[in-house]
């Protein structure tokens, strides 16, 4: 048996057509959606990232404003410019590329920015709305998931679902999410024990450590549903400096029953949800 690819490429292109419609259909009303992005430092994965957002949200004929600070600047540079995004009516999102340089207070940043704005639902007061099953928005990349296991018709009633991976970007909320579609969730992390004993009872794997391969294809349950949200570079022989997933693709492939591929799989939906959320902040202001 070899697994069903779910396309990130494919869905993401078929989202991002439908945004489109929805932004031109708001600038027809004279509001036209503007994401800020800040970017501190010169991490190389970062300008990617954020080259790769501005360029989605023009694309899609969205506004977008970048600020490229100094890996040593002044945090108060910082947050005086939040401060001002956060009262210019006409951005309607805001969200500062992390990692951030160690002599910032990242928590306190991320904080600073507008509930309302907060289009990456890092902000406290959004974190808990999610918990409570209320979104305003929801992070990008558990967003993407739940948009990509509908798009693969995945019965999520009742489905034994297990994450790898706890953080409060992806493992977290994605929990939120699935518990809320009714499924049994369990989170595993690096201090669990016998991890491939609750991999293999898994109906969905979704699998968000940063670890390159380490979850190979007899730790899926046959049939399973597997979700790979790692981004790894391969740092020696034959295949090095190529990215891939926290799933070892070759082998689970022939376990599993659907599979996302890295790349090409959660990533694209990551920056395609982030377009959605910055919509719905302006389409919230419209009215």
Not at 29 to 58: F, H, M, Q, W
Not at 72 to 77: C, G, M, R, S
Not at 87 to 108: M, N, R, S, W, Y
Not at 186 to 191: D, E, K, L, M, N
């Amino acid at each position: 048996m070899t697994a069903r690819i779910i396309d990130g490429n494919a869905l993401s292109s078929e989202v991002r057509g439908q945004l489109a419609e929805r932004a031109a259909a708001l600038i027809a009303k004279g509001v036209t959606p503007c994401l800020a992005v800040i970017l501190v430092g010169e991490d190389p994965a970062s300008a990617v990232y954020v080259r790769n957002k501005v360029a989605a949200c023009e694309k899609a004929g969205m506004r977008s404003l970048k600020d490229v600070y100094a890996p040593d600047v002044d945090p108060a540079v910082v947050f005086k410019r939040i401060a001002e995004l956060n009262a210019d009516p006409t951005v309607h999102g805001i969200l500062v590329q992390l990692p951030l340089p160690k002599h910032f207070d990242a928590e306190a940043v991320l904080e600073a920015i507008a509930p309302e704005k907060d289009v990456d639902g890092f902000h406290a007061e959004n974190v808990g709305a999610l918990m409570q099953g209320n979104p305003r928005f929801i992070p990008c990349t558990p967003y993407g998931v739940m948009k990509m296991l509908e798009s693969a018709k995945v019965p999520l009633k009742g489905a034994e679902v297990v994450i790898v991976g706890r953080s409060n970007i992806v493992g977290k909320p994605m929990a939120m999410l699935l518990l809320a579609q009714s499924c049994t969730v369990t989170i595993c992390h690096s201090q669990s024990k016998d991890l491939a004993f609750h991999t293999r009872r898994a109906d969905i794997l979704v699998a968000a450590v940063g670890r390159a391969k380490m979850i190979t294809g007899d730790m899926i349950k046959p049939g399973a549903t597997v979700i790979d949200v790692g981004i790894n570079r391969i740092a020696d022989g034959p295949n090095a400096g190529k990215l891939c997933g926290d799933v070892d693709f070759e082998t689970a492939k022939e376990v599993a029953g659907a599979i996302t591929p890295v790349p090409g799989g959660v990533g694209p939906m990551t920056i395609t949800m982030l377009l959605a959320n910055t919509l719905e902040a302006a389409e919230r202001t419209a009215k």
